[in-house]
């Protein structure tokens, strides 16, 4: 079992940079693939980012393509969104999830474990 605590939310301008970091429990972190999803007032939630356990490849939605950037450090149980030229429409809560030895995937059922989120406004 694993618990995750978010953190590094915030407001920020149109065009700038946040950085959001995951903190897991845990003494087999190396083995969950991580995600991050985002839900919107008044919308669903939608998938961000994930990456995988074993080989560290990564996948974007499509909206965060070039301008997010997931990566982990399984020496410090941290997984990390790097956002960058963020929009109004990034204005959400961000969750991390992890999911035990299995891929990384883009469906939130997938994912076991979340944490409780983290708010970023992005102002225009």
């Known amino acids: 079992q694993v618990q995750l605590v978010e953190s590094g939310g915030g407001l920020v301008q149109a065009g700038g940079s946040l950085t959001l970091s995951c903190a897991a429990s845990?003494?087999?972190?190396?083995?969950?693939?991580m995600g991050w999803f985002r839900q919107a007032p008044g919308k669903e939630r939608e998938f961000v980012a994930a990456i995988s356990w074993s080989d560290d490849s990564t996948y974007y939605g499509d909206s965060m393509k070039g301008r997010f950037t997931i990566s982990r450090d399984n020496a410090k149980n941290t997984v990390s969104l790097q956002m960058n030229s963020l929009k109004p429409e990034d204005t959400a809560v961000y969750y991390c999830?992890?999911?035990?030895?299995?891929?990384?995937?883009?469906?939130?059922?997938?994912?076991?474990?979340w944490g409780q989120g983290t708010q970023v406004s992005v102002s225009s």
């Open positions: 845990g003494r087999t972190f190396s083995r969950y693939a």
């Open positions: 999830a992890a999911r035990y030895y299995s891929g990384p995937s883009y469906i939130q059922s997938d994912y076991a474990y």
